[in-house]
């Protein structure tokens, strides 16, 4: 009989199906996390698509972003819109909009699309106008608002399990 088990988007910890927080970080997992068959069982199963983080250029913080998902918001908490990445505790925060932009996965592909905010988003120092979106790319910067004071830096990993 195939076991599987979930991997944990934060740590890479395997835990058994059905586990709702990860037995390592205690992050809480998805009914959609990845799974990989039990070590000893032929050809595991993982998922390719490459994982997304955000790494803070200003505090050096990373956010891991969920592996599977298909609208990430980012801006600051509010009752409309409420965001996946709530920035009010970053510094700077103040130019950044409650409903600022969103990262969209569509299969291995990313994007980021500004939402109408108020100061801008810029992609590697050009303002993305407002609905349109960008292709991410590793390396690339997003900042959210002004001056380069709130920038995330877009970086891809592989799930590498044998």
Do not use: W
């Not at 979930?6 to 997992?29: K, Q, R, Y």
């Not at 050096?60 to 600051?76: C, V």
């Amino acid at each position: 009989m195939l076991s599987l088990m979930i991997v944990c988007p934060h740590c890479d910890h395997v835990n058994p199906t059905g586990t709702l927080e990860c037995g390592s970080c205690h992050t809480p997992l998805a009914v959609d996390a990845t799974t990989l068959t039990l070590p000893g069982v032929d050809s595991a199963t993982v998922s390719q698509a490459p994982i997304a983080q955000l790494l803070h250029q200003q505090s050096q913080r990373q956010i891991a972003l969920p592996r599977q998902f298909t609208r990430f918001r980012l801006g600051k908490a509010n009752p409309r819109i409420p965001p996946d990445l709530d920035v009010s505790g970053f510094a700077n925060a103040q130019i950044v909009s409650r409903v600022h932009a969103e990262i969209q996965q569509e299969g291995q592909t990313y994007y980021v699309e500004d939402l109408g905010s108020s100061n801008g988003t810029y992609i590697n120092h050009m303002l993305l106008p407002q609905g349109k979106r960008h292709l991410l790319q590793g390396g690339d910067r997003i900042a959210l608002g002004k001056g380069d004071l709130m920038t995330f830096i877009v970086q891809f990993t592989e799930l590498d399990r044998d």
